[in-house]
């Protein structure tokens, strides 16, 4: 059996990897593209499989790390809302008036709108860094394993 990569191998690979940048145009496209892809491919080759498996864990991943850091982030900007009502509808008594500004000011709940913009800025940079360094990886023909991935499809 012959176990050299082709450069048609090589190029499904690398598209495999680019399509995960189809969640910019439409939802879950990140998903859907590779995972078509790979399906079709898949059988051909180990090479193919093994890139389609990693672009597939490696957006999984991120799916789940921005949902874990979303889970971490509405606390906080619910609290900082509570901070900045002072009455508040209760029940229909519009006189129920909670007054939790000791010191508060909505610069807080500015930098806590900066803060999280950064962290959605840095998982952005993370998917398009890695990405781009795994498609170059695919189309010289090397296996590529994106870091911080778990390996959901083995």
């Known amino acids: 059996m012959d176990t050299a990569i082709t450069k048609h191998q090589k190029n499904v690979a690398t598209v495999l990897h680019a399509t995960t940048f189809s969640k910019y145009f439409f939802p879950f496209g990140n998903f859907i593209l590779p995972l078509i892809l790979w399906a079709m491919y898949k059988k051909e080759s180990e090479y193919i499989d093994h890139h389609g498996k990693e672009a597939l864990n490696f957006q999984l991943s991120l799916f789940c790390y921005k949902v874990v850091a979303a889970m971490f982030a509405i606390p906080f900007f619910i609290l900082f809302q509570i901070h900045t009502t002072n009455t508040w509808n209760i029940l229909g ?62």
């Open 93 to 154: 008594f519009n006189s129920f008036s909670i007054d939790l500004n000791d010191g508060f000011n909505m610069h807080q709940l500015t930098i806590a709108g900066i803060v999280i913009g950064i962290g959605h800025l840095l998982f952005f940079a993370v998917n398009i860094t890695y990405t781009i360094l795994a498609a170059m990886k695919a189309n010289e023909g090397e296996k590529y394993r994106y870091p911080l991935t778990i390996r959901f499809i083995k």
